[in-house]
């Protein structure tokens, strides 16, 4: 990306623009902005209107001071030409054009005069995205540009970019837009650069396909090699067949042997059992939450029941990140309550976890110390399974990429069992095959999930549930992205799709959803009793400790008439909470044989 933008020079070889022809870039992480408001920023990121302007203004002032006649009509013909190709430039990469993207893009007006310094790292990437966008280059060159974009940014993006004409440069990790944008696939590969037409779906088959026919080519030629050493061996000392040795001899010195590409290491790995939880996983509240004169959460409620698989989407800053802390218990509301369940054992992924890693640990010293008591054997284990193996787990921490500090935060999720995850944009470093890895993973996951992702792949492989946070609330509904795009646009389907991408996987995700009608429905009444009992237990829990509570003042005992009747509810509590309990723990049986009977 870096060399077709002109940012590096090749050792070698030369890359060459047809003429006229622009690039231009937008690298995965940003340095800084152009000083200035936003609106200012972008618009001056366009080539030609700071010479314009500049040319302008000089001519302008030559004009006044011009002593003859003749050189008054030479400028004066120069500055119509300036008025002109200005007008033209701002008809094209005018100020409507540059409010246009960036309304697109999220900003509200008000922020078009805000200085572009004050942006946080987001939004300055997003900036730098409606410069790019403005500008119009003939060759677009996008550095995973989809992970700073919330989902509704980045619906109007992926249509942006359907609508254009331009040559795209992609890299990416979610595959669906992948799918809905290329038409080429480039691909680095152990025999260097390879070009396949079609998607990434596509890739995969031909890929596969040349590995398979690598793979017979390899296994026919060590066949023919072994018939010829075997001949060379057997009439080596023979004179007669001295010729036909020598002949065969130098045919396997001059044969180039067909090596059989080595797979790739990939991330593997599955997520450990927890202790199961109780049906509710936790409960909010009447929360609200804000941060200064910012207003996040007012009189929020909701609940999360086990096997939930809830996707969070909405606008950055409507306080996704919000609510997984508030859930985590890293931050408290300012009134309100969120209750976790019984029973629940919660794991937390986020991006601002990789900060916290303490850049002067190894790696192992790192995820060791979240479970000191374990052997380091099975750390190391785990280790492996994200590709840290060998003396790669003796590497420190400062000197990770941001991709492999996210899969130390992962690995630290993996050695300690939770049965509740929740996941703040778990892929934004991760490259495709990890992220299609965790995909995978959380698929076999049989605890409960909530997670915020911009990545669709990533949504549609998991969600059960979308929750859209805006205004303040939360607005839940049954389904995947897909479902939810559905339901925003009832005028029909998408728009078609740019190459030869489609919506492959809607019939899968149409049955997906009629099978989890279906299961709900055959599971229903035993969760809803088990939920019940669950009610009963907290109740009678709570009078038992009061009862226990008073039970331990000894000055209690000195009058019957107060002590008999506290004692007679400790009793008969604990009595009806055995009973609850066996009624429970029969009941999770009956649904544990259910859920094993459905598959």
Known sequence: MKI??????????????????RASY???????????????????????????????????????????EAEQVELGGELAELHEELAHHEELYGRHRAEEILSGLGFSQESFARPAAELSGGWKMRAALAALLLQDPELLLLDEPTNHLDVPTLEWFDSFLRRSRKALLLVSHDREF????????????????????????RYLELRAAEEEQLQAQAEKQQRRRAQM??????????????????????????????????????????????????????????????YGDKTIYRELSGQILRGDRIAVIGLNGAGKTTLLKLLAQEIEPDSGSVTPGHNVVTGYFAQHHTERLDPEKTILQEVHS????????????VLGSFLFSGDEVDKRIGVLSGGERARVALAGLLVVPSNFLLMD??????????????????TRYEGTLLFVSHNRSF???????????????????????????????????MPAERGSAGSQGAQARRERALEREQREKALGPTKRAIAELEQRIAELEKTKNEAEAQLADAALFADPARSTPIVKTYQDSSKK??????????????????ETNLG
């Open 4 to 21: 077709l933008a002109g940012r590096v020079e090749p050792d070698s070889g030369s890359v060459q623009l047809v003429r006229r022809a």
């Open 26 to 68: 937008l690298p995965k992480e940003l340095s800084e902005l152009p000083p200035g408001s936003l609106i200012d920023g972008v618009l001056a990121s366009v080539p030609g209107r700071s010479w314009l302007e500049s040319r302008l203004a000089s001519v302008d002032a030559a004009l006044a001071q011009a002593a003859s």
């Open 178 to 201: 992948l799918d809905r944008q290329i038409d080429r696939v480039l691909s680095f590969e152990v025999e260097g650069l390879r070009s396949y037409a079609g998607n990434y779906e």
């Open 229 to 290: 050493q075997a001949f060379i061996d057997r009439f080596r000392a023979k004179a007669t067949k001295a010729r036909q040795v020598q002949s065969r001899i130098k045919l396997l010195e001059k044969e180039a042997v067909v090596e059989v590409r080595e797979e790739r290491a990939t991330v593997r790995f599955r997520f450990p059992e927890a202790p199961r939880s109780g049906r509710e996983v936790a409960r909010l509240e009447g929360v609200s939450k804000s």
């Open 370 to 381: 979240l479970v000191p008591t374990e052997p380091q054997s099975r750390v190391r284990g």
């Open 425 to 442: 944009e778990p892929t934004n470093h991760l490259d495709l095959d990890s992220s299609e890895a965790l995909i995978d993973a959380l």
């Open 459 to 493: 949504v549609n492989g998991l969600a059960t549930q979308v929750w859209e946070v805006r205004d303040g609330r939360i607005d839940a509904q049954p389904g995947d992205l897909d479902d939810w795009a559905a339901r925003r646009k009832p005028e029909g389907p």
């Open 577 to 594: 909470l055995e009973e609850l309990y066996a009624r429970w723990e029969h009941k999770q049986e009956e649904l544990a044989a259910l």
